[in-house]
């Protein structure tokens, strides 16, 4: 029972995964040697669109949206067509200037997509792979931020080389932390922070900006270091209880960052609501245990892994997880190990 648990919540956050890549990818591969100017300017009239709405997996583009915005079109420097906001677009160019001012020069690799787009690339997924796995992989047409024509992600130009691909990109930290300091001077957020996978639905996305057109706002935002969705009060998170008790061995940060962990796996377990989280202790984890977690994969060889405790109840959609329908579970065990990169992994989990 477990084992089939376990395997059917792995394969969703596979899918979850690459849902992601395919909901917010940055996937240009062409290369072509285009200037960036604003080509055309749709003439649709423009009754205001609320630069603050949030499009999230659960939040749908307001309706009329995609009639009310106003739109630029440009050629971007690997020649593909790019479509922005108008108002997003003026600010974007002024923070790619402030940014050139200190040597650090961005292009957009993609911001609108509509949601006939989003639909064609579903029906493709559909007639592909089938309707249920298109369903888990492709961002529904509607739920994108990307309709909005507000949110844009960006790709470096460094010595001259155009940098498009996620992998790549995320080998400049210190240039996304430059750009990340200067978003809100212009009325961007950042928006799929690193550890907060439960609260957006996406992973870390250093790239992804949103426009919100109001740099007070935007300044409070990047500077509580909180997502959209905090700010705007929609996520004011699960009412857990969370005990971090004492350690000699971690710090609270490291458990935080522990519990956070564990927080992005159970949510997406489908009708199941968090209780509570409490640190087993610093005794919870034998040298046998230790010895244990390892041989569940002969590639590791962990030297510390923390133990914690959940309090959770199901109630009456438990969707594909094997768990009884309206049950309180106690004690259920968590295990997670520090690895290399000094970051926790789930090891193991259950009764
Ligand atoms: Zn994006």
């Not at 130009?157 to 932390?177: A, F, L, S």
């Not at 405790?309 to 094997?322: A, S």
């Amino acid at each position: 029972m477990k084992k089939s648990f376990y395997v059917s919540i792995i394969l969703c956050l596979c899918l979850i995964t690459a849902a992601f890549t395919v909901g917010c990818g940055n996937d240009s591969t062409s290369k072509a040697d285009t200037s960036t100017e604003a080509a055309t300017v749709d003439d649709a009239k423009t009754d205001g669109i609320d630069y603050m709405a949030l499009v999230n997996k659960t939040h749908a583009l307001p309706e009329d949206w995609e009639k009310n915005i106003e739109t630029i079109k440009f050629t971007n420097t690997v020649g593909d067509d790019v479509e922005v906001e108008k108002k997003a677009y003026d600010a974007y160019l002024e923070l790619k200037a402030a940014l050139e001012a200190e040597g650090v020069t961005v292009d957009l690799d993609s911001a609108r997509r509509s949601v006939a787009d989003q639909q064609r690339i579903m029906d493709e997924f559909t007639k592909e792979k089938g309707a249920d796995y298109a369903a888990k992989t492709v961002a529904k047409p509607g739920y994108s931020e990307h309709h909005t024509g507000l949110a844009l992600d960006l790709y470096l130009i460094v010595d001259g080389k155009d940098i498009t691909e996620n992998e790549d990109m995320e080998q400049y930290p210190e240039i996304w932390e430059k750009i990340h300091a200067k978003l809100a001077d212009y009325g961007f957020i950042l928006r799929y922070l690193e550890g907060r996978e439960h609260i957006t639905g996406y992973g870390y996305e250093p790239w992804h900006i949103r426009y919100i057109d109001n740099i007070d706002v935007a300044k409070e935002i990047m500077s509580k270091d909180i997502t959209f969705e905090e700010y705007l009060g929609t996520y004011s998170g699960p009412q857990v209880t969370v005990d971090y008790g004492t350690s000699e061995l971690y710090t609270k940060e490291e458990l935080e960052a522990a519990v956070i962990q564990i927080k992005c796996k159970f949510a997406f377990w489908d009708g199941c609501e968090l209780n509570s989280i409490r640190y087993a202790g610093d005794d919870a984890v034998s040298e046998k245990k230790l010895a244990e977690l390892n041989k569940k994969d002969p590639k590791t060889n962990y030297s510390r892994a923390a133990k914690f405790l959940m309090d959770f109840h199901t109630g009456e959609n438990k969707g594909e997880t094997t768990f009884e329908t309206n049950h309180e579970y106690k004690d259920y065990q968590w295990y997670l190990a520090v690895n290399d990169e000094g970051g926790w992994d789930i090891v193991d989990f259950g009764y």
